[in-house]
Every structure is written in C-alpha cells, then in structure tokens.
C-alpha cells in the first residue's frame, strides 16, 4: 500500500474544503469499497479524510411525507427501519439483496452509491482499462464479458454500475443532496447522478472535485406493490446479473429500473407505459438500442425473464 494521510473532520463544509486544499484526496465512512481498491493499487489516494463524525447518520421525516436519509445511515440501518419497510419496501428488499450482514453493517448510504464497477479487468491491474486508467483501452470489448453492460455502453467502456441500492432509489425518484468545498449545497436527481461512460469512462458520477454527499431524499410514497427480483450466479454475497426494481399499482400501471445491464440504473420511462401490456412489451422498448457482446446476449432476455417474474410476484 502506497503512504497517505489521514484527517478527521467534523462538519461537511470542512470535509468538502479539505478535499478541495489537498490534491487525490478520497471521503472514508465504511471503506468497505475504498480500501479494498487501496490494497489492489487500483486507488491511491494521498490523502483520506474521515467523514464519520460529520452526524450525517439520521433517517428523518420530511415536511412533504417523504423521508431525509443521512449520507452516513448504514445500510442495515436503512433496510430495518419502519418506515422504509412500510413505505419504500424496494427499496429495503433492495439493500437486504446486497452484499452480505457485516458489509451492510459498515456501508453507508452514500458510499453504496459512490461504489466502483466490478468489472475483472477494472480489478486486474495486469490488463488495460479506461476506466482505471484513461486512454489505455478495454480489455472487456473482446474479451470475457459476461457479467458486463449490454446498454448505455460506449466504445471505451461495458462496465456495469454493480449496486442493488441505487436501482431502487432510482425507481422511487430519490434525489442526491451534496456541499461543494466553496459550501454551497447542490440536489442532483438520482436519474443524473451516475454517468454513461462516454469517452471518459473514468467518471462515474457528475459530483465535482471536493463535493460532499450530505443525504438522499425520496419524495412522498407512491403506494403500490413494491418488488426486488435478482438473479446472479450464487444466491448470496454475488452482484447481479440483472436486478429489477418494480412499484406495480393495481391496474398494472408503474415503474420499474434495472441493474446489472448498464453502466447506471437503467430506467426508460416512456416503457413503462407498456407495462399492462406484459414484460416483452416493456423489454422490447426498454432494451431498443442495447448492444450485447456474444458473452452477455442472454441478459435481454434475462431481463425479460426477470421482469416477469417481478409483475407475477406484484399480482400475488
């Protein structure tokens, strides 16, 4: 492991200040992410600053009757609470899918959403990777790509965003609140916060040199029958092959987001208009511009599959 240093601070604007004054400097809460990629060399930040004493660990009643989730909740926490259990039910079977007890335990809200892909090449340091290191190719397109993206792909980078969490937030129209380092506050819908690739698959995010995650909001409930179906190639502690996330109201009308198939929470609104109509109506508009490799063809009709299974669950 490369030398850095390490500072506490104590209020977010300090946080997102100290990241601005000094250069590669990485936010830690949980670490169950960053220091993993810290042994691998794959991250090398020179200075860590520690974000666990900013008191950004409340769930929190909104005026609206939505819910202020503080960026530092751990995702146990999360998951139990009543009121997501009762109101945002996709979003706790969402969290409890993921990972495994003691990583929940220590991950927190924002950093599940700042989490990194798990593409092999991206944590094999022996083969190019854009996204690890810029201009050096894919080592993905044409090789082993399997468990990669088949929509919202570039030339530079499959890579798939590997979280649970944030495809339930995405259904539910959560939206990301930050502190820049000149402390100034930003809301960032969930739909635009995580980025396509591109030509610069190196940034995952639209958050700015220094910007803080403070909280994630979810607006008022929207009722429903809220569902989380996974399919991955163990039944536990493995990422998704395709996630969907579904609210299904009683005349068949809803939303749904997918994971496992794209660099972000893939979500197409205008499909969800089809959603009467049955899972290859919605698919068939959801998955128009994919382009899957020879490896990952087998996701569209996964997806097809799986969204299935989720309206059938939703109908009882």
């Known amino acids: 492991m490369k030398p850095f240093t390490y500072q506490r ?17 990485k936010f830690i809460a949980g670490g169950t992410n960053l220091l993993d990629l810290m042994k691998l060399q794959i991250e090398a930040p020179a200075h860590l600053i520690d974000v666990n004493a900013l008191k950004l660990d409340k769930i929190e009643d909104m005026p609206d009757g939505g819910l ?10 999360l998951a139990a609470d009543t009121r997501v259990r009762r109101d945002y039910g996709v979003l706790s079977r969402a969290i409890v899918a993921g990972a495994s007890g003691q990583l929940r335990n220590k991950a927190t809200t924002a950093g599940n959403l700042l989490q990194r892909t798990r593409c092999p090449y991206f944590y094999d340091t022996n083969q190019p990777c854009n996204k690890r290191q810029p201009g050096t190719g894919c080592s993905a397109i044409g090789g082993y790509s399997r468990q990669l993206g088949v ?3 570039s030339d530079s980078c499959i890579a798939t965003y590997p979280g649970d969490m944030a495809v339930a937030m995405r259904v539910l129209d959560a939206t990301v609140h930050t502190v820049k380092p000149d402390g100034l506050t930003r809301t960032i819908p969930i739909a635009d916060f995580h980025r396509l690739p591109g030509d610069t698959p190196q940034a995952d995010t ?10 994630v909001t979810l607006p008022k409930p929207i009722g429903g029958t809220h569902v989380y179906q996974k399919v991955r190639d163990r039944a536990s502690y493995a990422f998704a092959l395709v996630s969907v996330a579904a609210v299904v109201q ?13 660099p972000k929470p893939w979500r197409n609104e205008a499909a969800e208009a089809d959603l009467p109509r049955g899972a290859k109506a919605v698919t068939t508009k959801l998955l128009a ?28």
């Open 151 to 153: 929509i919202g792909t």
């Open 9 to 25: 601070v104590s209020t977010p604007a300090e946080a997102a200040a100290a990241a601005a004054r000094m250069a590669n400097s």
């Open 250 to 262: 009683s005349d068949g009308s809803g939303r749904i987001a997918v994971g496992g198939i794209a």
């Open 206 to 215: 639209v958050l700015q040199t220094g910007e803080l995650i403070t909280a």
């Open 68 to 77: 202020r989730i503080g960026a530092l909740v751990t995702n146990t926490n």
């Open 289 to 316: 511009d994919a382009r899957p490799t020879e490896d990952n063809a087998f996701k569209v009709s996964l997806v097809e599959r799986t969204l299935a299974a989720a309206l059938a669950e939703a109908k009882g």
